[in-house]
């Protein structure tokens, strides 16, 4: 069975610094992109950007370039998301999802298998 | 960056009868390679998360029951649920995943008449 399984939630201060995880089983790690996706308190679904971890290719939203990094370790077939600095803002549940992938890598597409999301909450 | 623009933001609908949702494009998502749209829908009810539906703007996922049909083409998208069932509470989601970054519709909420 394919399964993305996400780290639990966190409760952090501003400024403090962040890592999730996303552990993936029942396939292939290094032959899909896998991705995270922001769902804000009652709001909708944010594509925040994806790696390939088969070569470390990474891609971002513009709206999230330089605010977070995704990395993964392809050791423990393991995605990664992270905040060097986190702003109350920040307060969201964090979603990571495997993309349908052709080619190599070559091609992406939607999302096709979810992890049940990690709560991130950043209070003073 | 795509724009996705959905319609309505909520609707009611009585059981058993039929729910439209219209999802637009700012830019063409057919893919010129396949003949085929870039193009999902995913279902996301309280407290789970996303549930993919529909891809390729019509076909469906395996498991989806046939209520749930996806058309549309170019740039103008419709999920349409017959016989509306309780179990069909929820939030809708368009996705294009023909450019980076694959952007999501605001979401339309269903809910029962």
């Known amino acids: 069975e394919v399964q993305l399984v996400q780290s639990g939630a966190e409760v952090k201060k501003p400024g403090e610094s962040l890592k999730i995880s996303c552990k993936a089983s029942g396939y292939s790690f290094t032959n899909y992109w896998i991705g995270w996706v922001r769902q804000m308190p009652g709001k909708g679904l944010e594509w925040m950007g994806i790696i390939y971890p088969g070569d470390f290719d990474t891609r971002y939203s513009p709206s999230f370039q330089g605010q977070v990094t995704i990395s993964a370790d392809k050791s423990i077939n393991t995605a990664y998301l992270q905040w060097s600095s986190l702003k109350a803002s920040d307060t969201a549940m964090y979603y990571c999802?495997?993309?349908?992938?052709?080619?190599?890598?070559?091609?992406?597409?939607?999302?096709?298998?979810w992890g049940r999301g990690t709560t991130v909450t950043v209070s003073s | 960056d795509i724009v996705m623009t959905q319609s309505p933001d909520s609707l009611a609908v009585s059981l058993g009868e039929r729910a439209t949702i219209n999802c637009k494009s700012s830019l063409s998502v057919l893919n010129g390679s396949n003949n085929k749209n870039n193009l999902a829908w995913y279902q996301q009810k309280p407290g789970q998360p996303p549930k993919l539906l529909i891809t390729?703007?019509?076909t469906r996922e395996s498991g989806v029951p046939d209520r749930f049909s996806g058309s549309g083409s170019g740039t103008d998208f419709t999920l349409t649920i017959n016989s509306l069932q309780a179990e069909d509470v929820a939030v809708y989601y368009c996705?294009?995943?023909?450019?980076?970054?694959?952007?999501f519709g605001q979401g339309t909420k269903l809910e029962i008449k």
């Open positions: 999802a495997r993309l349908l992938t052709m080619v190599r890598g070559t091609y992406f597409y939607y999302m096709d298998v």
């Open positions: 996705q294009q995943y023909y450019s980076s970054p694959h952007t």
């Open positions: 390729w703007s019509s």
